[in-house]
């Protein structure tokens, strides 16, 4: 069906390793097919798929959003704590400026703040944040998890934090994926939204296009833990096809 107005702002591709079936070409098709005239890369941690992507983009005359899902560490990426949290936090350029200040700070999770995965910390963000646009992510992200605490004014602070970073450029993440916890957290962003003059964004957090691609995708995460599908009930699951 035909979303008029909407642009999905949040999908990983085949360079999110082993965690995204969704190729350049063929979601530049879908996006086509759907009348939308724009999208995002948002890739886990790097945006080694950018290049292909907007030259993907370009050649199907749809508007290319540069962007990354970066991991925010809970203490400095100095720091090397087996027990931090690394919370999810989208990033887009909203210029050129925006588009190289989202190069240095992959560039420096990569290169300094790597710690099983490319980290940045709130102090790297400040100092690299003109022109990008911030948008709260998923399940995994800072202020989504104290709503699931149930820490409301824990989680106001935090949005006021992050608006302090990206003023005028930070959005509250919604989510419409069928899980629980996702309409729990929805519904206390909202009234954040209200309590904080805090703008809401809806997105999609894509990592493949068919909802018959789920199996793959599955299959893909296996590999990804070095299990099996019939493995116990630890190997990450997304719960939701």
Same mark, same amino acid.
């Given at each position: ?50 290049? !292909? ?5 370009? &050649?199907?005359?749809? &508007? ?153 995708? !599955? ?23």
């Amino acid at each position: 069906m035909e979303q008029q107005g909407f642009v999905h702002l949040h999908i990983h591709t085949m360079y999110s390793l082993q965690d995204s079936v969704i190729r350049p070409e063929a979601l530049m098709k879908k996006i086509k097919e759907l009348g939308m005239s724009a999208v995002a890369i948002t890739d886990h941690g790097n945006m080694s798929g950018v290049i !292909e992507f907007y030259e993907t983009a370009k &050649k199907h005359k749809i &508007k290319p959003i540069l962007g990354v899902e970066i991991y925010v560490t809970s203490s400095s990426v100095e720091e090397r704590n087996p027990d931090e949290v690394r919370s999810h936090l989208v990033l887009l350029a909203e210029n050129n400026i925006g588009y190289l200040n989202l190069i240095k700070i992959v560039s420096i999770a990569n290169k300094n703040g790597f710690y099983s995965k490319p980290r940045v910390d709130k102090a790297l963000l400040a100092k690299h944040s003109e022109g990008i646009i911030a948008l709260s992510g998923c399940l995994n992200g800072e202020i989504p998890r104290s709503l699931l605490k149930e820490n409301m004014r824990e989680a106001e602070i935090l949005i006021n934090h992050y608006k302090s970073i990206f003023p005028g450029r930070f959005y509250l993440e919604v989510q419409s994926n069928g899980l629980a916890e996702q309409y729990q957290v929805n519904s206390r962003l909202v009234e954040l939204s209200i309590k904080t003059s805090t703008p809401l964004v809806a997105t999609g957090d894509c990592h493949y296009i068919e909802k018959k691609d789920a199996r793959v995708h !599955e299959i893909l995460l296996c590999l990804q833990e070095q299990k099996t599908i019939s493995s116990p009930n630890r190997r990450m699951k997304y719960g939701s096809d």
